[in-house]
């Protein structure tokens, strides 16, 4: 079968149905084959019909009506009342700056924390609702006159478009700044302080890069209905179901408020006994209680340093820790896990027992770095003056790492050839029709029902990046970053290169390929043994704003131009869903983010200045 036959333009059945050709999250059977097959079409003649005119009899008319108004997805079908294109109430962003100071500053502060916690976007989502309900009730209508302009702190009902509009701004920030870990790294590691500017002048570039990106490529990863962003699927649809239940009664069922007040509580009461009375419960690692002196079982069915066979959990936030499982695909998820089976409970065992790499000195499973004595790595004996030196390398000790980890390079490797490949193959004709193609070629309802708003110009983004590029280029030549123009300029073009194969992967996978390796191992080839440039070139090669902030999305590390454009990407899709004006979410993506750059600098300041042994594993506090 041809993966990419040509469609018939001229009837949007057709149209659809070749968007959705090599959609795997679509139902072929019941919908493309039905509505486009691709095998020699023909027409008949209609015997029932009054004029006994030919016709079509490749799709169901009636199907192609009910396609054209609804969308694919169940998760996303527009509701009349909730997702109509009406006027945006402009006091929303008075209301909403209060998100980004407030989620920013809460993460800050507790990431550095061992076991770090994060405070999700999800959070934001759920306390909107009462918090904006009870504004609507309590804030004065008086109406306000600035420069001409009239305006209310309360010009009506909180609505799912503001709802949508203060999560978005909180999954902006909820990652906080990945910059901040090249700051702390070079005071901790490097003893380097240059500085308020220095500080702001790098994470503001950082953070802001990824918004030209994600502009960029709203033709290829927010028009197209084939790219469903599964997380936000779920996302879009908790939103519909907040604001289309609340305060109605069900007729003699349970509230959906109700169920949701007994989930939450029960889930807080379970939550006690795997997080604090028995914690063991999270971790159930029932084989190696058997044998808890055997080396073997332990390496095997180990859960800290072993690779968890038979690993059992009873604690949600283990299940979820990397992202939901009920949000990725279960073909997906299948597929994942038939790789963890494949590579690390088969072949990982077989290379370690082998001793291949010197494995068997350390632990089978492990992110950690050891020396020719097994014990933990010590960087500072092999970086003099903030360089890596040779000669001080050779007399230390060769660095090794584990064969998890080892392993987990070599696929990281593996990932990236195969999705630029599979991209080809599969989606290259796709790319191509949407780079010739605008909004209004869009024959989803989505699309047609955001032609109500004007869309962002190109140039708005194109500006801000502009910018950020000039910021960046301040940024590594007026401080001794060591890092050359030409390198910043690669690390960008690397992330541009990446951005539409990964994120076309992501939007239909939930599944996000890192870039992290292959910007560490072409950096660490141009420019060896300057550990700062290394960092701020995989940043900017890899600028995050951390996507699985909203805890539903698998990503391959918390790095950094590409995902944090995937990660406005994504949010852009979901004001796509919720009909949310683009420019208001231009707006408020951008003054998020630079709201959570002066905070994130400003309390990780702070916090040196006020919390001793920050970031040492002594640290009393933890």
Known sequence: MDPHPQPDEQNLTHRIAYQHLNDP????DEHVVRAYPLQQTHTKTDKNSDDGAETDSRYN??????????????????????????????????????VPTTHTLSFILIIPTDPSVQITALVAQLVALPAGK????????????????????????????????????????????????????????????????????????????????????????????????PATLVNTALFNTLHSTYGREEGGR????????????????????????????????????????????????????????????????????????????????????????????IIAPILYYKNVFFSKYMPISSTGSFDRWGNEYKPLNVIIDGQFDVEAYKAYSPLYISMTFALSYGLSFGALTSTVVHTWLWYRHDIMRQFRSSMKDETDVHSRLMLAYPEVPHWWYIVLGLISFALGIVTIEVWDTKLPVWAFILSLLISLVYLVPVGMIQAITNQQVGLNVITELIVGYMLPGKPVAMMIFKTFGYISGWLFSWGL?????????????????????????????????????????????????????WMFEHIPDLCKKDQPSE
């Open 25 to 28: 999250n679509y139902v072929i």
């Open 61 to 98: 008319m009636e199907y192609d009506i009910d396609f054209e108004d609804d969308s694919p997805y169940p998760e996303v079908v527009p509701r009349p009342d909730l997702h109509r294109a009406d006027r945006w109430p402009q006091p929303v962003l008075q209301h909403a700056m209060q």
């Open 134 to 229: 009870l504004l609507e009730k309590t804030l004065p209508r008086a109406h306000i006159t600035t420069f001409g302009h009239t305006w209310s702190l309360n010009p009506g009902p909180f609505n799912i478009k503001e709802h949508t509009l203060i999560t978005v701004m909180a999954n902006v920030v909820a990652g906080g700044a990945y910059a901040t870990d090249i700051i702390a790294a070079q005071k901790i590691f490097y003893g380097q302080h240059w500085g308020a500017t220095y500080q702001l002048a790098l994470v503001i570039s950082t953070q802001m890069f990824g918004f030209s990106l994600a502009g960029i490529c709203r033709r290829f990863l927010v028009w197209p209905s084939s790219m469903i962003w």
């Open 254 to 345: 349970m509230s959906r408020e109700r169920f949701f007040t007994l989930a939450f509580i029960g889930s807080a009461a379970w939550y006690f006994l795997p997080g604090y009375l028995f914690t063991a419960l999270s971790n159930f690692t029932w084989v190696c209680w058997i044998a808890p002196d055997n080396l073997i079982v332990n390496a095997l069915f180990g859960y800290q340093h072993g690779l968890g066979m038979g690993f059992i959990t009873f604690d949600w936030a283990m299940v979820a820790y990397n992202s939901s499982p009920l949000v990725t695909p279960f073909w997906a998820e299948l597929n994942v896990f038939g790789a963890l089976i494949l590579v690390y409970w």
């Open 553 to 605: 999305v698998n990503a391959t590390d918390v790095g950094v131009a590409m995902t944090q454009a995937l990660a406005f990407v994504s949010d852009l899709k979901l004001g796509h869903y919720m009909k949310v004006p683009p420019r208001l979410m231009y707006l408020s993506q951008v003054v998020a983010s630079l709201v959570s750059c002066f905070v994130v600098v400003g309390v990780q300041a």
